[in-house]
């Protein structure tokens, strides 16, 4: 079983919808939490991140931790033809290896 | 902003050839990690320096790759003998510390290999 599970889709939306993407994780000892988002023939770049259980909004974006399910959340709101990508979650351990999920590729269709 | 710099960006080679990928990390930044990215899979990581020491290794085949930090700032990944499994994204990353999203990884566009 791998520590970090995650739907590599593809998932497809229409322009203006509220998307869904998610990972669960089996390593309880995972303290951080982190969104990255990767172009095609880019490398990843952080969305966001948090620490504790709860929601944490930037902008159309909004992250969602539950520790007891372990389980991750990342909402995209107005989903836009630019928010097309791959959508990585990502963990660690305080001190230790970043550990990626597979990537979910989002398609988001004007 | 400042960015990680890689080059090659693409590389093909024949098996049982030798490849080298170099990466610039951001200025300042002490750790410099070596992922890898096999298409539809998240980055798996290689190797991670702490300036020019290496603090983990575990993941690297050591029979064929080898990575190097020399003065602390730039590094060099390796591959020799090639092998068709290489075929792969190889990423370079650098934050100011490790293990927090306080200092967060950069990543760099990768090098794109092909082995036929």
């Given amino acids: 079983q791998k520590e970090v599970e995650q739907d590599p889709g593809p998932l497809s ?3 203006g919808a509220i998307v869904s993407l998610n990972c669960t994780y089996s390593n309880s000892a995972f303290q951080y939490f982190m969104w990255y988002r990767q172009y095609s023939r880019k490398g990843p770049e952080l969305l966001m991140y ?5 929601n944490k909004e930037d902008g159309r974006f909004t992250a969602q931790v539950d520790k007891s399910s372990k389980y991750i959340s990342l909402f995209i709101r107005d ?9 990585l979650c990502a963990m660690i351990e305080y001190g230790n290896k970043l550990v990626f999920g597979a990537g979910t590729i989002l398609r988001v269709k004007s | ?12 080679t024949e098996k049982s050839q030798a490849v080298a990928f170099w990466c610039d990390p951001i200025s300042g930044h002490a750790t410099l990690y070596w992922y890898r990215q096999i298409l539809g899979q998240g980055p798996e990581l290689l190797v991670q320096f702490q300036d020019e020491s290496v603090v983990d290794d575990s993941q690297l085949p050591k029979d064929r790759f080898s ?3 020399l003065k602390g700032v730039d590094s060099t990944l390796k591959i020799q003998p090639a092998e068709l499994g290489d075929s792969a994204m190889y990423l370079c990353a650098s934050s100011l510390a490790p293990g927090t999203p306080n200092s967060p990884l950069h990543f760099g566009n990768g090098t794109r290999l092909t082995v036929t």
């Fill in chain 1, 13 to 15: 939306v229409p322009e």
């Fill in chain 1, 50 to 54: 948090t620490y504790s259980s709860g």
């Fill in chain 1, 79 to 87: 989903s836009q033809p630019s928010d097309s990508a791959t959508y």
């Fill in chain 2, 67 to 69: 990575a190097e930090r």
């Fill in chain 2, 1 to 12: 902003e400042a960015e990680v710099a890689q080059s090659p960006r693409y590389k093909i």
